[in-house]
């Protein structure tokens, strides 16, 4: 009994010590070679006997391709095959012995030879504006771009980028339209007349949002009883400012059952609308709101009444939280001032009982273009 005792202190002290670990009894020894273009050898012996597998990709690449062995044994041979010319290569062995344990050896590299085929690296669009795009591109050798890019993947428009062979390369795409989606693809040539061809890739020209950051009054200047709610900036501001967030973009109205509430956008000189999106907290929304127009803040035009935001669109604000999104149409009315207008006593949707109060995350204010005021007859 008392052997059996010393046995079982034994296996507890055995089991409980730190660092120790099955896999450290496997050892592996590995080495690349047979390399060619597009094919690689790799084999590696270990102490035990194990199955093995080779993840190996292409260096700045970080989706591992995979080689397996399965039979049992301390040698081990993998091809790996179709891979490309003039590429470094990083690769991993990773084993098993037949009781399960795992070991891997250290990341290691080597390079296929021949010339390297272009390939892009990085491939991206570095900046926006309402009417413009700048597309980023890297290839691992010198090369030409040609550029193909439209509002599908048709691609009705091309542009050649002339110059000398080079790895960077920044692409000026102009005369873009605001708020509109476009579809680009990139050939790349290198000195040898190779090429190799992007997949698509898309991107959203920047909305032409003449109501942003201008000057606001009205009477959403309110803070709920919320600590949660920042106070870094004044609320008026938060909705023309482009920041839906919960926490910094909203604004908050008065008392809905005691008097009006509106807010007015001046948008410094008149000029003709073709649709205006005001997004509300889908916790607090009006159900009976106007869209007004005015050219000196005084006199005013009713654009759109009784509107109810219940029948907006759903979206979701830049912290996730719940909007109604709903868009009135301008139709070219030309005025400098817009105003959101809430009728007191008018209904509205307010997710507490105590609530008295609407939600503002946003207005937005677009106007029509120049071709637009000239089919319409416009001066």
């Known amino acids: 009994m008392k052997r059996l005792k010393n046995r079982i202190w034994i296996l507890l002290i055995v089991c409980l010590m730190p660092g120790l670990s099955w896999a450290e009894g496997i050892k592996v020894a590995v080495v690349a070679n047979e390399i ?6 790799v084999q590696w012996e270990t102490n035990v006997e194990t199955t093995g597998q080779v993840l190996y990709h292409p260096v700045r690449e970080f989706q591992n ?10 040698t081990h041979t993998v091809g790996l095959r179709k891979l490309l010319s003039g590429t470094m290569y990083q690769y991993q062995v990773r084993v098993k012995d037949t009781q399960g344990h795992t070991a891997a050896s250290e990341w290691a590299a080597f ?18 504006t309402k009417t ?3 597309i980023v591109a890297r290839t691992n050798v010198p090369t030409k771009l040609w550029v193909e890019y439209g509002t599908t993947t048709i691609y009705n428009n091309n542009l050649m980028v002339r ?27 290198d ?16 909305e032409d949002n003449i109501g942003l950051y201008m000057p606001t009054t009205g009477t959403f200047r309110e803070c709920p009883d919320d600590k949660y709610i ?94 109604k999104m709903i868009i009135t149409q301008g139709g070219g009315a ?7 207008f809430v009728p007191c006593g008018s209904d509205f949707f307010h997710k507490h009982e105590d609530w008295r109060f609407v939600q503002l995350m946003e207005v937005k204010v677009y106007p029509c273009n120049l071709q637009d005021v000239i089919e319409g007859g416009g001066d």
């Not at 060619?36 to 050898?41: G, N, P, T």
């Not at 000195?191 to 920047?206: K, L, P, Q, R, Y």
């Not at 030309?334 to 959101?340: E, L, S, Y």
């Open 65 to 74: 391709n995979l080689a397996i062995s399965i039979g049992m044994s301390t």
């Open 191 to 206: 000195n040898d007349g190779h090429e190799i061809i992007s997949s698509d890739h898309e991107f959203t020209t920047m």
């Open 111 to 128: 390079t296929t030879t021949g010339i390297p085929l272009p390939l892009f690296e990085e491939l991206c669009v570095g900046s926006l």
């Open 163 to 189: 110059g000398e062979l080079k790895s960077f390369h920044q692409i000026a795409l102009d005369g873009l339209k605001p708020d509109k989606s476009y579809h680009f693809q990139l050939t790349a040539y």
């Open 334 to 340: 030309k005025a400098r001032f817009v105003q959101v």
């Open 230 to 323: 920042s106070r870094d900036k004044g609320f008026l501001e938060r909705i023309t400012d482009g920041d839906t967030s919960y926490f910094t973009g909203m604004a908050t109205s008065g008392d809905v059952t005691l008097q009006d509430q509106f807010v007015v956008i001046d948008l410094g000189i008149i000029q003709p609308i073709d649709r205006i999106k005001v997004y509300w907290r889908k916790l607090a929304y009006s159900k009976d709101y106007s869209i007004r127009l005015s050219n000196d803040n005084e006199n005013w035009t009713v654009l759109d009444s009784g509107i109810n935001a219940c029948n907006g669109a759903d979206e979701l604000s830049d912290t996730g939280d719940p909007m």
């Open 36 to 41: 060619a273009k597009h094919y690689a050898q």
């Open 132 to 134: 413009s795009a700048i």
